[in-house]
Every structure is written in structure tokens, then in C-alpha cells.
């Protein structure tokens, strides 16, 4: 009886009718019945994305639209500058970027994409945040801001080398687009906000699009040979393979976007000596991480033999210490490289690339190949 009471509390996305019927074995994810895969299975549903085109699901994650009270759009973009360490005020009209909101200890409360649109920002949130950024937002911007979620929008993703052709059919112009450009589209009739990025390392792009439309647009991408449905299963391990992180593993409030090795998402007018450097949560410790570096730092792992390497492994220096020095945060087995990887953290002085560390398997010390990310040559079209 618990259990049937769990899951009939468990939110459903416009989609969860379809995935049932396309047989999706459904899992519960960030308070959603999701599919963690179909009737393919994890492998080949990974390996059809990096070879031909997949669609996913991600309507559990949260979007977000930000006005300025003003109207002006350089006014919301300064107004979310109090809260993340990127240059928003820099995003172009029909661009978007990659940031991260920070607490008081430089620590990582969630990461997002802010999209510009011209006359507002588009936030798009991680599923199990997106209550609790909705709150920070208001709590800090609602003096200057309108902030107003999206519940009526689905949100799904095309990814693969044939995501350009198979959207295409259906919105003829899609092909102009560049990684990270952003804006609307009419895509098979429907008005539609489309972004070329993605979760997976490839070419792809992600479809906002209104909750009781969600349906017949992904029947109408499904429809094309190419395309097949991919569930959460196949979306960790190609993004593992990516070297993205996972929110609430890979980072958290606990790490700093520097120790995370995301320091290449914080351009220089808002680092010391910037046009408007700081002012935004944890900045001093960030900052200063960014000048001289941190303690710690997230790292690629290639294990070496066969055997998959999970999360919360512990990591030690040598096949015989009792010092752990860092642990495994994301792991599994990388079908595209036909081996085992992972990510983790490991102090600054052992992290070099080619390194050996040693992980907690069973009661045996495994060893481990630190690497650079990400593991597979990512295919975004500049």
C-alpha cells in the first residue's frame, strides 16, 4: 500500500501517457514518474543517440521567465548578476548561457541556462531545484523583477548527428542555428522557444513547447526512422561520457564552481579587475579560488580493467593507504568508449591527467587512470 501511495504521489510530465504506451519502464526521478528506459534498452538507446538521434523527456525540469519591472532587458540581466558569477548582461539577444547560483560560501545551490529573448530572460532549472530557486528568486529579485514559472510548457530534447535533419522536416530554417543559440521557432505548426544544446556531448536541441501540444510534436519526431526514445538510463551515461555534471553528485552546495572545474563559465568582467567584478554570493571565496586556484578539484577516471567504478566509492592514493583522499561522484560503464569512467574529486596536488589513484571496490583497491574530460570528442555545431 506504501508503495502504491508513493507512487500515485509521483508528478507526471505531458508526455507520461507516450511513454507508457511506447513501453517506457517508468522510475521515480526528482518527485516524477519518469522512464529510466524502453523497450531498446540503456545501450542501445545510448549508442542510437551518438550515432543517429534520440528524444527525451526533460519536462520535469523547471523554465523560468525573468522581466525586468523596468522592461529593459539589460536591467533583469544586471538583477541576476546579484546571483550568479556569470556575465549575463553579455548574453546576446537569441543566445544563452551557462551559470550556476551560489550560497554565501561560494558553494553551488543549482546550475541553469539563461537564455536571452529579447524582452526577458528564459531560466531553465534542475527538476529537484526549481522550488527552491523559485524561492531564492524571489526572495532576492522580486524588488526589481517579475518572476513567472512555466508549468504549462513541456520541455524536450533532440540530440544526436542526425537531430539537425530529423528537425528540420519540421522547421525548415532550424539549420541556421549554432550551438547556443536560442529563440522561437515554429516547429510542425507550433510556436515553439528552441535552443541547439544539449545534456549529451552532441549536436542537438532542446524544444519548449505548450504541455497539451507536447504530445503530437514528440509522435511527430518519433515518426521518423531516426529517432528513437531514450530514457534517464542512457541520458546519465551519455552525459558522463560528456564530462557534464549531474547536480546534487557531481556538484553541489558544498563545491564551488572552481573546485567543480566549471571556471570557464565565468568570464572575465565579473573576475577581479572586471567591469563588475563580484557582487554576487560566496564571490570572495570564488574569486580568490579563481586567482589562485582550489584545494580540491573534479576530475575524469578511467578505471582500469572492466569493472564500473559507482558513486560514493572512496578514492585513496596508493593500493595500501587508510588516508581516503577523495571519492567518486558520477560512475558506470561508457558505452561509446567500451570501458568503465567516472568523475570525482581529488586534492589539487595528485589531480595531474595520467595520474593513478586507487578506489574501495568490494573490499579490494581498484585502480584508476585520472583523465581529461570529456571522454568523448563532443560534436556541438559553432
Known amino acids: ?53 534520440g528524444l527525451f523527456d526533460v ?13 529593459r532587458i539589460e536591467d533583469a540581466a544586471l538583477a541576476l548578476e546579484r546571483l550568479v558569477p556569470q556575465d549575463i548582461l553579455g548574453v546576446a539577444p537569441g543566445r544563452q548561457r551557462y551559470a550556476q547560483f551560489t550560497n554565501a560560501a561560494g558553494g553551488i545551490l543549482d546550475d541553469l541556462m539563461v537564455a536571452n529573448f529579447g524582452t526577458h530572460l528564459l531560466l531553465v532549472v534542475n527538476a529537484a531545484c526549481k522550488a527552491d530557486d523559485e524561492a531564492h528568486l524571489r526572495a532576492h529579485l522580486s524588488g526589481d523583477c517579475i518572476i513567472e514559472p512555466l508549468p504549462g510548457r513541456a520541455l524536450i530534447a533532440l540530440q544526436g548527428p542526425k537531430a539537425e535533419s530529423v528537425l528540420a522536416r519540421l522547421s525548415p530554417h532550424i539549420g541556421t542555428m549554432r550551438f547556443m543559440d536560442v529563440g522561437p521557432r515554429r516547429v510542425d505548426g507550433i510556436d515553439c522557444f528552441v535552443s541547439r ?80 567584478a563580484g557582487g554576487f554570493p560566496g564571490a570572495d571565496r570564488i574569486l580568490q579560488q579563481l586567482d589562485t586556484g582550489a584545494p580540491r578539484r573534479r576530475v575524469g577516471l578511467k578505471p582500469e580493467g572492466r569493472a564500473p567504478v559507482r558513486e560514493g566509492a572512496p578514492l585513496f592514493a596508493d593500493a595500501t593507504s587508510s588516508e581516503q583522499i577523495g571519492k567518486v561522484t558520477s560512475g558506470g560503464f561508457g558505452p561509446s568508449v567500451n570501458a568503465p569512467v567516472a568523475m570525482g574529486y581529488l586534492p589539487v596536488s595528485l589531480a595531474a591527467v595520467g595520474s593513478l589513484v586507487f578506489a574501495e571496490l568490494r573490499g579490494a583497491r581498484l585502480p584508476l587512470r585520472i583523465a581529461a574530460t570529456p571522454f568523448v570528442p563532443n560534436t556541438y555545431k559553432r
Open 1 to 53: 500500500m506504501l508503495a502504491r501511495e508513493a507512487e500515485t504521489a509521483l508528478r507526471t510530465t505531458p508526455l507520461h501517457a507516450l511513454h507508457r504506451a511506447r513501453g517506457g519502464k517508468m522510475v521515480p526521478f526528482a518527485g516524477y514518474d519518469m522512464p529510466v528506459q524502453f523497450s531498446a534498452g540503456v545501450l542501445k538507446e545510448h549508442l542510437h543517440t551518438r550515432h543517429s538521434a
Open 59 to 71: 519536462s520535469h525540469m523547471g523554465q523560468v521567465e525573468l522581466r525586468a519591472k523596468s522592461g
Open 197 to 276: 544544446s544539449g545534456y549529451t556531448g552532441e549536436d542537438g536541441f532542446e524544444i519548449s513547447v505548450p504541455a497539451e501540444q507536447a504530445e503530437a510534436l514528440a509522435k511527430a519526431l518519433l515518426a521518423d526512422g531516426d529517432v528513437l526514445p531514450i530514457g534517464l538510463g542512457a541520458r546519465d551515461s551519455l552525459r558522463l561520457e560528456a564530462g557534464l555534471c549531474l547536480y546534487g553528485h557531481d556538484i553541489d552546495t558544498s563545491t564551488t564552481p572552481v573546485e567543480g572545474a566549471l571556471e570557464w563559465s565565468i568570464q572575465k568582467s565579473r573576475r577581479h579587475a572586471g567591469a563588475r
